[in-house]
């Protein structure tokens, strides 16, 4: 009987950090990207500020040096991240669109080469290059938006979670009901 209380207290707090969390996504999902940014930016520089920190302690050994050049690097990316979090956030979903894009470009490649084969399924190929080829470019031209669109995203998977936390409570809860009515019984 214990451990279901544990496992209901436990699932009642994810329903609710859940609940508040898909509302945030949903609801403000460029300040969650910022945040993500802020975030990411601070723990490169804290990194690069602490290879600077080896640098000094290691005496300029020839190993120090390298840790030098990685500090600086590391600094100056952590604090441009901090200072442009937009820009970095829209670097993902633009890498992302050029990699589909030259995966559109190759099935539109194989599905011609199949059609001049005979095959007469070459279609599916050529339709899923086509498919392929528009979200690659709306990743590429439309970078942040497509950020916000994922962060919402995760934010309604975040929120059916919770009720299916809040589900699993209810059914827990008639689990013990009739448990205690067997050892009741006894």
């Given amino acids: ?14 329903a609710i950090l ?3 969390l ?42 120090a ?6 500090g600086l690097i590391a600094s100056i990316l952590g604090v441009y991240i901090i200072l442009k979090p937009s820009f970095f956030m829209s670097i993902i ?6 990699l589909i894009l030259v995966e559109s470009i190759d099935k539109f490649k194989h599905s011609f080469e199949l059609k001049k084969e005979g095959y007469d399924k ?4 050529f339709t899923s290059a086509v498919i392929l080829l528009v979200f690659s470019l709306i990743l590429i031209l439309y970078p942040f938006e497509s950020v916000k669109l ?11 979670d919770s009720v299916s936390d809040l589900l699993t409570i209810r059914s827990y809860s008639k689990t013990a009901k009739n448990i205690k009515k067997v050892i009741d019984m006894k």
């Fill in 122 to 125: 070459w279609y599916v190929i």
């Fill in 22 to 63: 898909g509302i945030v996504m949903i609801i403000a999902p460029g300040f969650v990207s910022d945040f993500i940014c802020y975030l990411i930016g601070v723990l490169i520089l804290v990194f690069g500020i602490s290879m600077i920190i080896t640098f000094i302690n290691e005496n300029y050994t020839a190993y």
């Fill in 150 to 160: 994922t962060i919402r995203v995760l934010g309604i998977i975040l929120l059916i």
């Fill in 65 to 70: 040096k390298g840790m030098l050049v990685l």
């Fill in 93 to 98: 979903p633009f890498m992302a669109g050029i």
């Fill in 1 to 14: 009987m214990e451990i279901l209380k544990r496992i209901k207290n436990m699932l009642a707090v994810n």
């Fill in 18 to 20: 859940y609940t508040i």
